[in-house]
Nanobody, 128 residues
Framework: QVQLVESGGGSVQPGGSLRLSCEVYRFAFNKYAMSWIRQAPGKDLEWVAA????????DYTASVKGRFTISRDNDKNTLYLQMNSLKPDDTAVYHC?????????????????????RGQGTQVTVSS
């Protein structure tokens, strides 16, 4: 069955950096757009960043633009999220998520309901 496994979370001070990874199994990774989605305590799921199947286009929610970078290595079946200049408001469980349909255009990706499977998540805590 399809599996997504996140890693790389942790606790950092404001202004710090983390790099999240998501290894995927048992689906054609290079055919699907992917996203990072996060959930802060007591809040709904929030879409954070998306990348198209071939990696040619990316998009970000406004609060992380200029600080986060999403990327992928289709040869390694791995998705990444480089997070710099972290803020306390970035504290959340971060999930990688697979799009429902193949080869989705970037226009459709900033929507939680575009994704059918996500991993268990990795905790990111930003605190002084």
């Amino acid at each position: 069955q399809v599996q997504l496994v996140e890693s790389g979370g942790g606790s950092v001070q404001p202004g710090g950096s983390l790099r999240l990874s998501c290894e995927v199994y048992r689906f054609a990774f290079n055919k699907y757009a992917m996203s990072w989605i996060r959930q802060a305590p007591g809040k709904d799921l929030e879409w954070v960043a998306a990348i198209t199947a071939g990696g040619e286009a990316t998009d970000y929610t406004a609060s992380v633009k200029g600080r986060f970078t999403i990327s992928r290595d289709n040869d390694k079946n791995t998705l990444y999220l480089q997070m710099n200049s972290l803020k306390p408001d970035d504290t959340a469980v971060y999930h990688c998520a697979k799009s429902r349909l193949t080869y989705r255009h970037i226009h459709f990706l900033p929507r939680i309901n575009e994704y059918d499977i996500r991993g268990q998540g990795t905790q990111v805590t930003v605190s002084s």
